[in-house]
């Protein structure tokens, strides 16, 4: 008989204030107590979430590594609510908010704001080096207040693998353990028309958006649950076609920005198809089963609104996320170990699926050629 309690790795996506929906997945997943987090990877948004939930667990955890107490997990959520409050306080000094008839129907799209247009049109005139020299950063600030970073570093706490762009090579830099810093997740959200790149280690970061959002082989290549739940913000399909201009734009930004996780669900759909034909030996090649919570459900707001931080805005997408993770796990907890609940194929790649060659030999080049490494650690077994 398999054991009640499942043990799962998360990833995070980022998309600014948007990341109040996964606040409340999170929230969801600390609640129930069959639950057990490994690990867990972010980008942006997603990183602040991780590190947060993996701090307070770290100060907090009585048990050993991989078990959470009561109290870890009290805390994580209180940490997580009080990271988003700060955030909200900031809204006083956001230009981008709702009209105040789009607040009383409940309209989130903050597109035809005036102070919306004034502050695209400035990004776009001005860098953040001319009209923020000093290199004023609030996200290094909350991260300092709401974070302990020596706790990350502990087996007491969830690993945590935070995603981001090296300016240079545009190649992903993945931080975790005792490289964890302030300045490493705040390069993790570093959106680069709007503030400096940041500074990690005698190099420069941009958003670890542009080449892992959220970086899935950490959580394949260094955690032993076989389980990824994956967090979306940004929607793979829209089916309308965007004719304006804040169309087209919002839309090249969520193509970009999930680019680099088709590429790894690709290589992830090729692997499960290899051991699945016997071209692989499954004990040394992981199987990873995927499952996503949102995506769709964020899809009616909009690029834009990821800049909005007023306290209402904030609350709805905690309360759509809190909903969206219990609604998950209630339906889908039985399978969590047992088989992935997204089919890759058909949700991420139509044609860009890579073609299986008739030797296993040549199965084995391809993968060897996507990462598939045999000193990489196996799957768990079944419980």
């Not at 009640?4 to 948007?18: M, N, V, Y």
């Not at 048990?63 to 109290?71: L, N, V």
């Not at 899935?216 to 913000?233: F, G, T």
Request: aromatic content about 8%.
């Amino acid at each position: 008989m398999r054991s009640e309690t499942r043990r799962i790795t998360l990833a995070l996506q980022g998309g600014g204030s948007h990341g109040a929906f996964t606040w409340g997945v999170l929230q969801a997943v600390l609640e129930d107590e069959r639950v057990e987090i490994e690990g867990i990877s972010g980008t942006s948004a997603g990183a602040m979430n991780a590190v947060v939930l993996a701090s307070a667990i770290g100060q907090h955890n009585s048990r050993g590594a991989g078990s959470y107490c009561a109290k870890a997990r009290s805390a994580a959520i209180e940490a997580l609510a009080q990271f988003w409050r700060s955030i909200s306080a900031y809204s006083s000094l956001n230009p981008v908010k709702r009209a105040p008839m789009d607040s009383l129907f409940g309209l989130w799209g903050v597109r035809d704001n005036p102070a919306q247009f004034w502050a695209e049109t400035f990004a776009k005139t001005f860098s953040p080096y001319q009209f923020n020299p000093l290199d004023i950063n609030p996200v290094r600030e909350l991260l300092k207040q709401h974070v302990n970073f020596d706790a990350l570093a502990t087996p007491l706490a969830p690993k945590v693998f935070v995603a981001a762009t090296r300016v240079r090579t545009g190649k992903a830099e993945i931080f975790s353990g005792k490289r964890l810093c302030p300045e490493a997740v705040a390069a993790s959200a570093c959106l680069p028309m709007l503030f400096q790149a940041v500074e990690v280690e005698d190099d420069w970061f941009w958003d670890g958006g542009f080449a892992g959002n959220p970086a899935l082989h950490p959580l394949i290549y260094e955690c032993k649950s076989a389980d990824i739940v994956l967090v979306q913000i940004n929607p793979v399909i829209r089916e309308d076609l965007p004719t304006n201009s804040r169309d087209i734009l919002d839309r090249m930004n969520e193509i970009t920005f999930n680019a680099s996780l088709l590429a790894e669900m690709r290589a992830i759909d090729f692997v499960a198809r290899l051991l699945k034909d016997g071209k692989l030996d499954p004990a040394r090649y992981k199987h990873v089963l995927m499952h996503r919570i949102g995506g769709d459900e964020l899809a009616k707001y909009g690029a834009a609104s990821k800049l909005a931080t007023d306290s209402g805005f904030i609350t709805e997408l905690h309360a759509l996320g809190l909903e969206s993770g219990r609604d998950w796990l209630k339906r889908n907890f039985e399978a969590l170990g047992d088989h992935a609940t997204v089919n890759i194929a058909r949700d991420y790649l139509d044609d860009l699926r890579i073609p299986l060659r008739s030797s296993s030999s040549a199965g084995r080049a391809n993968t060897d050629q996507i990462g598939g490494q045999d000193s990489r650690p196996h799957p768990e077994k079944k419980r």
